[in-house]
């Protein structure tokens, strides 16, 4: 069987959601280490694979994927049909209805908190931009909370692609000095996750030599 490709830096959470997913999955893979520090997005032959010229990619023999959800879908279809990806499409919509508002409202949101606060030395940081997004981030929380109260993962029982785009967040925010509200089912969903080798080993990358100083 030929080789699957991971391109980027496991300082990225977008590639972090791809590690995690394959090791779940227990896939084979290579690590190539683009993006950030290591350059390389600008070759032309990273330019054949992803024209948007960002990482992650995935390359599966002659397939290449872009886009960390669509990699993750993607890994889950191909690799994990019954237990990453739920066999009913009914199942699958609630996954995809928490993939796309993970996508088109929470990284979002908690990416810009983030960026203000980790890559901004702090003489130059907002702090009124930054209270006013980690309250939105908070709503983001809340609506996670409110979700898991009595089930283990997002979906269900079991752990799907839901909770690895949802998930991978869970160490860099638990990490950052912000106001926190209570929210009890989202850290015990966090502990459910910690006890997963293929979590610990994706997701809980020490990220502090990123962090802007005076
Ligand atoms: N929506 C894209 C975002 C990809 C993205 O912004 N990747 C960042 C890293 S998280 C990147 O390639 N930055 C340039 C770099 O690392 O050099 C995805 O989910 O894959």
Redesign the pocket.
């Known amino acids: 069987m030929h080789k699957l490709i991971l391109w980027?830096?496991n300082t990225?959470?977008?590639?972090q959601k791809v590690i995690w997913t394959l090791a779940e999955l227990g896939l084979d893979y290579e690590r190539k280490d683009v993006?950030?520090d290591f350059?390389g997005?600008d070759s032309p032959d990273f330019a054949a694979m992803n024209p948007n010229?960002?990482?992650?990619v995935l390359q599966d023999g002659d397939l290449s994927v872009?886009?960390?959800?669509a990699?993750v879908r993607y890994l889950a279809a191909q690799y994990g049909a019954g237990t990453l990806w739920p066999e009913l499409p009914r199942q699958r919509a609630q996954c995809d209805q928490w993939a796309d508002w993970y996508?088109t409202t929470f990284q979002p949101t908690w990416l810009g908190v983030y960026l203000a606060l980790v890559l901004t030395p702090p003489s130059r940081r907002d702090m009124e931009a930054i209270r006013r997004g980690n309250e939105a981030v908070n709503k983001g929380f809340a609506l996670l909370d409110g979700a898991l109260a009595g089930r283990d993962f997002l979906c269900g029982k079991g752990l799907t692609y839901a909770d690895i785009l949802c998930g991978a967040v869970l160490y860099r925010w638990s990490r950052l000095d912000v106001e926190r509200i209570d929210m009890p089912n989202v850290d015990a969903w966090h502990a459910r996750l910690r006890t997963r080798p293929a979590f610990v080993t994706g997701i809980e990358i020490d990220f502090s030599a990123m962090m802007a100083r005076d």
């Not at 010229?53 to 992650?56: A, F, Q, V, W």
């Open positions: 980027g830096r990225s959470v977008n590639v993006g950030g350059g997005l010229r960002l990482i992650p872009w886009e960390s959800s990699i996508n």
